[in-house]
């Protein structure tokens, strides 16, 4: 990968339940890497956890996010994520994001975003599909 910077990170994460007699706790695993190159950066990571039993299974997922320096403040974001939460029937959703980001200083973003469901097999006539969502956020990081 000449010319740009890659990096990667693996974490674990102890999970315990909410029960405090409870002595069994949940690993959460991520693995993730980035590579910038010029006005370009790209991000990717996938995650795990060892709750599964007989009845429900591990839960994991994905993203993969794609962000690009428009100008000076400016940048495009283009993300897709795949979840599936271990449950014994079909439980895998995905979505696919597309926004505009203004960054006016360091720490704070203006966002603009349109998100769409590509997938859901949690919708029933109880709680059906939810609806593309466009949103705009202000998020301040310290």
């Given at each position: 990968?000449?010319?740009?910077?890659?990096?990667?990170?693996?974490?674990?994460?102890?999970?315990?339940?909410?029960?405090?007699?409870?002595?069994?706790?949940?690993?959460?695993?991520?693995?993730?890497?980035?590579?910038?190159?010029?006005?370009?950066?790209?991000?990717?990571?996938?995650?795990?956890?060892?709750?599964?039993n007989g009845t429900v299974?591990?839960?994991n997922g994905y993203t993969?996010?794609?962000?690009?320096?428009?100008?000076?403040?400016?940048?495009?974001?283009?993300?897709?994520?795949?979840?599936?939460?271990?449950?014994?029937?079909?439980?895998?959703?995905?979505?696919?994001?597309?926004?505009?980001?203004?960054?006016?200083?360091?720490?704070?973003?203006?966002?603009?975003?349109?998100?769409?469901?590509?997938?859901?097999?949690?919708?029933?006539?109880?709680?059906?599909?939810?609806?593309?969502?466009?949103?705009?956020?202000?998020?301040?990081?310290?």
């Amino acid at each position: 990968m000449r010319g740009g910077t890659y990096t990667q990170q693996f974490g674990i994460a102890t999970l315990q339940p909410n029960n405090p007699s409870d002595t069994s706790a949940t690993r959460m695993y991520t693995l993730s890497g980035n590579y910038r190159k010029d006005a370009l950066d790209l991000k990717a990571q996938y995650s795990w956890d060892n709750a599964g039993n007989g009845t429900v299974g591990n839960a994991n997922g994905y993203t993969v996010q794609a962000d690009y320096l428009l100008q000076k403040r400016w940048l495009g974001q283009v993300r897709y994520d795949a979840t599936d939460n271990g449950a014994a029937v079909d439980s895998k959703e995905a979505q696919g994001t597309v926004a505009l980001v203004y960054a006016s200083a360091q720490n704070l973003r203006f966002t603009a975003a349109y998100v769409k469901e590509l997938k859901s097999s949690t919708s029933s006539a109880t709680y059906p599909a939810k609806n593309d969502v466009g949103s705009v956020m202000v998020r301040f990081m310290f």
